[in-house]
C-alpha cells in the first residue's frame, strides 16, 4: 500500500497529498479522472484540517487544465530542447562567475518551492556556486517574524502548535486576516468558540475585516502603531503583578530593558499614538492580563512594516515576561503565508541564514555544512537581500539571474522599477508554470516547471508539521520539477556527484541527516529521525511535526525554557514606537495597505483559471472611506486613479467605512494579464525593516483622483478577449468571459468596436443605440448564439452580471441577454458570496429577511450557501447584521 495513513482508502485511485496554497497546509484527497483533472475533497484524517477545506483548495481542480501553461523550454521566446536551454544556463552563469566573480550571480525563489527543490537551488548556490545571493519572496513575508524570533530564542521557531488556538481562553489577531487567508484554521478558531463560547477573540487591525466577525472586542489601530499597543500591554502586565517572576528568573534576560523602554510611554500617549481610547487600551489589557491561556496570531500586518521586527519583539516580550509560551492554549503564534515557507527557512533559503538554522556568519557553522556537502567552495557570509537583489539588477551588479516559482515583476515593492530591472539584467532565467506572466515577460530563458498535482515531495506549514505532496498527473509537454531542473544546471556546471539524485527522497534523507549534524551544534530545527527514511517509507510518510529525532518528537518549544542563545536563555528586547517611515504629505495625503481577497491567490496565475474563484471578486478595486471619497470626487463603483511616485494604478472604487479615514487598500492580485493597471506593487514605497530586509508593504504615501473617462462597459463573450480601452479588467467565468471597460472617447461605430473587442467578423449582431443618452448594447449573434455581449453608459453600467453570465453561457437569445437582468419571474442574486453554490447577496439578504433567519446554520439549510467550505461564513454573518436590526425593530 502507497500510503501509510491511518484510514481507510478503498478506492487506489485516490492520492493524499496537500493543497499547495496557504501555509495551514491542508490535507487533500484528489481522485484523477484520467482526463488530466481530478476531484480534490479535504482529507478526514490530516490533522491540519480533519477534512475541511476553504474556496481556494475546494477549487482545486477547476486550476488542473493546460490553459495557459508553459509546456516547453524557451529561449527568447523560441522553442527548444532541454538541452540546449539547461548548456546556455550553465554557460551564461559559468561565465559570469568566471569574469565577475559568484556574487554576479542570483536565484530569487520561493516559498512555493517543495523542500527538496529549495534544498538544492540552496546548496548549489551556497556551496557550490560559493555565494549566498539567493533570496526568496520570503523575505516579503516572513523575514521579520525570522529575525524577531531569531533575536529572541536564539532560533527561527514557531513554539505553539494549532492546538492552542482551540484551547486558549484568549485569541488575539495582529494584523491577520484569518478569515480570508487562513480560512481552515480560522473555521477551527471559530468552531472551538462556538463550543466554548468563553473563549474570547480580539482582533488588531487598521481595516474591518471578514475576521472581524467573529471578534469580540475589535481594535482598528492607527496603522503602524503596534509596537506602541503592545509596549502599553508590557505596562499593564507590570502594573497588575502578571509578570511571572519565576519563569523570567530562570529563562529570560532584558526584562528591565524592555520594561524600562515601555515605561517611558503614559497610558494617554499610547492611547495618541495608536488612535484608541484609553477605554479600549483597558479592555484590552485586561483581558489579556487576565487570561493565562492566551495566543497572540500574527502576520503581514506585523511582518511587512518598516518595524516589523520590533512589532515581532513587541508581542513576543510580553509572551516571555507572562511565560505564556509553549504551553497548551498559550504562546505567540507567527502564522505562515505559503504552502512552504516554514520549509523554505529550514533550508536556509534567505540569503541570511544557512541550511538547518545554522549561522552564516558563524566560521564554524559554514565548515561544517561546506564538510557535509564535500563541496569546494561555502559563501564567505550573508548575501543580498530581496530589495537589494532587483536593485542590484537594475545597477548592473548582477549579471545573471534565475527566478524560481515567484513573479517579482508585480509582487516586489516599486514593482515598475523591478520589471524594468530585470528586463535590464543581462541574463534572466525564470523556471514557471506558466508561459505568460508579467515575469516570464521579460525573461531570456523560460523553464517549465511540473506543477502541483505533478511532482512529488515535502512542505512544512505553520505549526511545524511536514507533509508529503504527492503527484496524481503526469507532468505535461516536457515539465520537469525543479529539483531536477536544479540539479541539471548543476551537473552541467560541473558538480554532477554532488547533485546526482534520484528521487525527492534522497534530497529529504540528506537535509535530514544535516540538521542532525546541525542539532549537534546546539539548533533546534532536527529532523534527524527521517534521515534513514526508506523510498517506501518516503511515499507512505504520514504528516509529522518537528523536531523528528531519538530525542524528541513534536510539540511545543519553550514551556521549561531551553532557548537557543548560548546561555540557553531567551531575549527581551527594548522597543520603541518609532515615527512613520513614509509619512504621508498634502501632496500625498493617504495611507495605502495592500493585502488578499478571499478566493485568489497572489499573482492570479493559478486562481484565475477557476470560474468559481473569480466570481467572488472579478476586478482590482480600491477600498476607501466616504469622507475620503467625497474629498478626492470619488464616486462609489466609479473609477479612481491611485499615484505614489513610483507608479500609478485604475481600480473600482469600492467606498466603505470598514476602512479607516486617510487610510486606502487595494488588493495585491491584479497583474498585467488581467488588468490594464491593476499592480498594487507599482505605488508601493520599497522602505525596508533595518533588521529583516522586509519591505513595508501596508503603509504607503498615495494620492487618489477619479480617472477620468468618457465612457463605462461591460462585456461578455463566450472565448477569451483582452480588451484595449484605457481601463480594462478581465476574469474568466462559468463558460464566458467577462470585461469591465472604460475609455476617454467613444467609438462612433458601436458594432464595429464590439466586433474589434470580440474577434468576430462574422454573425449578425443586435443592438441597442441610445446616442442621447450615450448608451449602448450590442449581442454578436453566431451560429444562434450569442458570442458576445457589450453594454456600455457614461457611468458605471448597471446590468445583472450574473444574469449575463448565466444567460451567454446557457445559449439565451441576444433579446434576453441585452435586457440585462433576469425577467420578471427571476431576480438577480447579486454578487457572489458563496462561490462554491454560486449564491449572491441579494438572494442571501432577501431570504435573511423573507424567511426570518438568524443565523449561518439557517441560511445553510435555507440556501446551501456556506455549506460546503465555509470560506463565506463570515460574510454570511455580516449580512445577517445588516438585516438584524430591521428584524429586531418588527
Ligand atoms: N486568499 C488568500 N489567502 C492567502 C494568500 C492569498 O494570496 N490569498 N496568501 C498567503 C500568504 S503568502 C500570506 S503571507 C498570508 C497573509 O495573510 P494576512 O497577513 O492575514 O493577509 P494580508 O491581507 O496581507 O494582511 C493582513 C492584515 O494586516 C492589516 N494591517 C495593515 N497594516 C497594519 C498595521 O500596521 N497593524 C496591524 N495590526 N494590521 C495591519 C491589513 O489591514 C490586513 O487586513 O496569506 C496567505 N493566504
Ligand atoms: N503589495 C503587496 N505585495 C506583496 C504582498 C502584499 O501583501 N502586498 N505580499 C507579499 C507576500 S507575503 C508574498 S508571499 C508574495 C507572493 O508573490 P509571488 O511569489 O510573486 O506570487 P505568486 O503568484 O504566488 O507567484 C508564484 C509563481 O510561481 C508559479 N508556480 C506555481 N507553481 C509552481 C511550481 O511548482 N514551480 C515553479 N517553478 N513555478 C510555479 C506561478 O505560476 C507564479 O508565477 O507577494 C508579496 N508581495
Ligand atoms: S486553508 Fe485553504 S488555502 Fe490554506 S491550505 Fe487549507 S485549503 Fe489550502
Ligand atoms: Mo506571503
Redesign the pocket.
Known sequence: MADGQTGARSDQAVVRTACP???VGCGVLATPDGKGGARVTGDPGHPSNFGRLCS?GAALGETLDLEGRLLHPLIGGRRSGWDEAIGLVAEKFDEAIRLHGPDSVAIYAS?QLLTEDYYVANKLMKGFIGSANIDTNSRL?MASSVAGHRRAFGADIVPGTYEDLEEADLVVL?????A???PVLFQRLSAAKEARPGLTVVN????H?ATSELADLELC?R????VALFNGLLNAIEADGAIDADYVATHVAGLPEALGSARRMTPAEVARLTGLTEDELARFYSLWVRNERVVTVY????NQ?SAGTDKVNAILNCHLATGRIGRPGAGPFSVT??PN?MGGREVGGLANMLACHLEIEDDAHRAVVQAFWHSPRICAGPGLKAVDLFRACADGRIKALWIMSTNPAVSLPEADSVRAAIAACPFVVVSDIMAETDTTAVADVVLPAAGWGEKSGTVTNSERRISRQRAFLAPPGEARPDWKIVCDVARRMGWGDAFAYESPAAILREHAALSGVAAGLGRGFDISGLAGLTDDAYEALTPVQWPISAAAAGGRFFATGGFYHPDGLARMIAVEQGPEATPCTAALPLRL?T????????TMTRTAKSPRLSRHMAEPFVEMHPEDAAAAGIAPAGLALVESPHGRLVARAVVTKRTRRGNV?VPM?WTAQWASRGRAGALVRAVTDPVSGQPDL??SAVRVSPFAVGWHGFAMAARPFTPATAYWARARLDGAWQAELADAEAPEDWTAFARDLFGVSGGETVSVVDHARGTARIAIVEHGRVAGALFAAPGPVEVARAHVRDAVRGGATAAEILAGRPGAARKDPGAIVCACFDIGANTILEAIEMQGLVDVAHIGRALRAGTNCGSCLPELRALIARVRPALAAE
Do not use: E, M
Open positions: 496554497y496557504c501555509g481556494k516559498g513575508c495582529v494584523g491577520s486576516n484569518l480570508w487567508c487562513h488588531i487591525d487598521p481595516r475585516t489601530l496603522p503602524g502603531s503596534d502576520s503581514q500586518g506585523v512594516s503565508g505559503q515557507a495597505n493585502g488578499r481577497v478571499r478566493d485568489h491567490w497572489h487598500f492580485h501596508k503603509a
